[in-house]
């Protein structure tokens, strides 16, 4: 029992290590890289670029990501997570370092693309660690830790970047490549557990070649969770370019556009450890729709409110509902599946969220242009339908983290989905052969 004990300690202790390398290294990357978001629209105008232009910036980031992740996260399941990782910190600096060149504002879609790339690339691999390498009952926290530290980083840069303006923007892509480089500093010192790395040998043949990956199978888990990360990622695209917009608008200063930023990221921060615990031991449907559901309708009162302050402090308030939903949606993405394949289903789940935030700030530039309220009011139409729909895929699937020593008592989640008690019993991986893994 003694030696049990002691193994389980030593496990978690190593979990420990990982998620704290892992958040700093996505702390000092998100940092950088959000410094630039701000002034971006403001800057490409400086470069002669139109407000139509700029969004195309902005969703050539996203649009790098969607045709990427995948291949990506089958990459990491191939070659490894560490070195996906540190790979993509160094394309997102050096992209960040090429904007100190004389450009235009059309070669800035070229550079945005390449940051694309390397963001990418980073946050597969990093939930990827997560996935394989830390227990099921504790992946809700796991990954409320990850989010906290890109959150971190967006509470400081984007208020630095605000405060700088867009007169100096030279200099925030300067800070931005310093220290996506630097975040390979902690990346390179993680190691995956031994069980990840002799799987991945395992399947390395006498001739040195490697056995190709099987296939992924989706289960409801899995697709319900695609399904809010499009809803995510809609909300992320139209909040990109019209967040900005929307504030100069109603007549609010740069300093204030950067707080409004930095007050978004601070409740996140602060929410981690209860929104992680929260994932590990209610039920994650109810976090994810609640969460989101918060979100929606604070995306349509968005242009209709006119007072600089509301927006700000409202702004902050969203932050709670996607702290909730957040971590809760990871762990419901990735239960039951095995860690040879978590690189390709956290590429699924990027390419689902990029895919949208990329046609969401498409389309949201010039939708501003024609009436403020029109890219918030359908971007939280098209999001509400998706929790609908996401509701129905997780009406059958258990929606606590199943543990064998204890039984969850049912409450209002169990009463509103109404989960099949056969399927409520099994174990969490049973359920990507069991009934409810097909459509």
Not at 151 to 175: C, E, N, T
Not at 405 to 410: E, G, L, N, V
């Amino acid at each position: 029992m003694s030696d049990g004990h002691s193994v389980g300690a030593e496990a978690a202790d190593r979990s420990s290590r990982l998620i704290g390398t892992l958040t700093l290294t996505v702390l000092l990357q998100w940092m950088g890289a959000t410094a630039i978001v701000p002034m971006l629209p403001i800057y490409i105008r400086r470069l002669g670029g139109t407000d139509a232009l700029a969004g195309l910036v902005m969703a050539s980031f996203f649009a790098a990501g969607v045709l990427s992740q995948y291949p990506i996260g089958r990459i990491a399941d191939r070659l490894g997570r560490r070195p996906v990782l540190v790979a993509g910190l160094v394309t997102y600096g050096v992209a960040s370092f090429s904007f100190l060149l004389p450009i235009n504002a059309f070669a800035a879609i070229g550079l945005r693309s390449l940051q694309g790339v390397g963001a990418g690339a980073s946050t597969v691999a990093a939930l990827a660690m997560i996935s394989s390498s830390v227990a099921v009952e504790r992946r809700g926290r796991a990954f409320a830790s990850i989010y906290a530290g890109q959150l971190g980083g967006m509470a400081v840069g984007p208020l630095v970047g605000s405060i700088v303006g867009v007169r100096f923007m030279w200099l925030m892509f300067l800070v931005s490549g310093l220290l996506s480089i630097g975040a390979c500093i902690p990346a390179v010192r993680i190691h995956e557990p031994h069980d990840v790395a002799d799987e991945r040998r395992a399947r390395t043949r006498a001739d040195g070649t490697v056995e190709p990956l099987g296939r992924i199978r989706i289960h409801r888990s899995m697709a319900g969770a695609l399904v809010c990360g499009a809803a995510l990622g809609l909300t992320s695209g139209v909040y990109d370019i019209c967040w900005t917009l929307l504030l100069v608008a109603r007549g609010a200063s740069g300093l204030a556009i950067g707080i409004s930023w930095t007050l978004f990221a601070v409740p996140f921060v602060l929410a981690t450890k209860p929104s992680g615990w929260l994932a590990d031991h209610l039920d994650r449907r109810t976090l994810v729709l609640g969460g989101i559901g918060f979100s929606v309708a604070l995306c349509a009162a968005y242009p209709f409110i006119h007072s600089v302050p509301a927006l700000v402090v409202l702004g902050a308030l969203e932050a709670f509902g996607f702290a909730a939903a957040m971590p809760a949606v990871q762990s419901l993405l990735t239960q039951g599946s095995t860690p040879s394949e978590v690189g390709r289903v956290q590429g699924m789940f990027g390419t689902s969220q990029t895919a949208c935030t990329a046609v969401a700030a498409a389309g949201a530039g010039a939708a501003f242009a024609l009436a403020a309220w029109l890219p918030f009011v359908t971007v939280a139409s098209m999001v509400f339908l998706g929790l609908i729909a996401a509701a129905f895929i997780w009406r059958p699937v258990p929606g606590r983290v199943d543990r064998s020593d204890r039984i969850a008592s049912p409450g209002l989640a169990e009463a509103l989905f109404e989960p099949v008690r056969a399927q409520a019993s099994e174990p969490v991986g049973a359920s990507r052969d069991g009934p409810s893994a097909g459509w």
